[in-house]
């Protein structure tokens, strides 16, 4: 059983982005891919802060529209019929009309065939270097970021699928995994509610496979939250290994289809022009 589809990476267009859209291209077909869709990062007053490691300042939201247009649709030519090269964007959202509208008017400029919804930061904050952990329990920091996601999802239909719903556990400060881990009964009332928007949205949820990458041991979201999303009459899956590195398309793809199986649901899909094409699970 093969996922033909990787839906969320990232090239050097993202300034986390350690590889070109040709390297992650090829890397894609080695693994058997049939399409490719590059949602590199639009961030729009993504908070500045230093990585704590290498002291450097992300800005996530230099990426030209009409730039990365054409550097795709030319590796489209290149690329043939060997692989189709979709044109996607990760928007990083912040509950604040300025930065929905003006991340907006970049998609409408991009007009790409996918747009991804992520929430990033809370209240303002990085969640890493852990300042936003700072003076909250972890319970209150959850609920925040929750909040956000929440609130990022309802003030605009500018988007396709959910992202990483969870995200917010990856940056915990803890080592042990099993604390780090955002629990679904904990917060049922706020992730009931993000689900249902999705729902009467017609809007896809995530699976996120680098959860597995960042130590979690699972993909985001959990299998409680992706299972609640079927449950309550959730349709559309997209398939994103989140890859910032070549070697990392598609990775862990099989754990995506296990949990997939768990959950109910025997298709994903892909956006092309901003429409859900279903592909089945094939046995
Ligand atoms: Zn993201
Ligand atoms: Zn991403």
Request: hydrophobic share 35%; proline share 8%.
């Given at each position: 059983m093969q996922i033909i589809a990787d839906t969320h990476l990232h090239s050097n267009f993202s300034s986390d982005g350690k590889?070109?859209?040709?390297?992650?291209?090829l890397s894609a077909i080695e693994k058997g891919l049939k399409?490719?869709?590059?949602?590199?990062?639009?961030?729009?007053?993504?908070?500045?802060h230093p990585d704590p490691k290498t002291g450097k300042v992300e800005i996530f939201n230099k990426l030209n529209a009409n730039e990365y247009r054409n550097a795709l649709e030319n590796l489209q030519q290149e690329m043939n019929n060997k692989l189709q090269?979709?044109?996607g964007v990760e928007t990083g959202?912040?509950?604040n009309n300025s930065i929905h509208?003006?991340?907006k008017d970049f998609t409408d400029t991009l007009n790409p065939d996918f747009i991804i919804a992520s929430t990033h930061c809370a209240c303002g904050q990085v969640l890493a270097p852990y300042d936003f952990f700072k003076d909250k329990t972890q319970n209150d920091?959850?609920?925040k970021y929750l909040e956000d996601v929440l609130a990022n999802l309802s003030m605009t239909d500018n988007y396709d699928t959910a992202a990483h719903l969870d995200f917010i556990e990856?940056?915990?400060?803890?080592?042990n995994v099993e604390e780090k881990l955002l629990k679904y009964n904990q917060f049922a009332d706020i992730i009931d509610e993000i689900l249902l928007t999705l729902i009467r949205k017609d809007k896809a949820l995530e699976i996120n496979t680098a959860g597995i990458r960042y130590g979690l041991g699972v993909p985001h979201p959990s299998i409680e939250i992706l299972s609640r999303y079927k449950e309550l009459g959730g349709k559309l899956i997209t398939i994103g290994s989140d890859a910032h590195r070549a070697c990392d398309i598609a990775a862990d793809f099989e754990i995506a289809i296990l949990y997939m199986q768990k959950a109910g649901f025997d298709s994903y899909c892909v956006f092309k022009k901003r429409q859900p094409e279903l592909i089945p699970l094939k046995k």
């Open positions: 590889n070109s859209i040709t390297e992650m291209a399409i490719l869709t590059f949602t590199d990062h639009v961030d729009i007053d993504y908070p500045l090269i979709l044109i959202l912040q509950p509208s003006r991340t920091a959850y609920q990856r940056y915990y400060p803890t080592k």
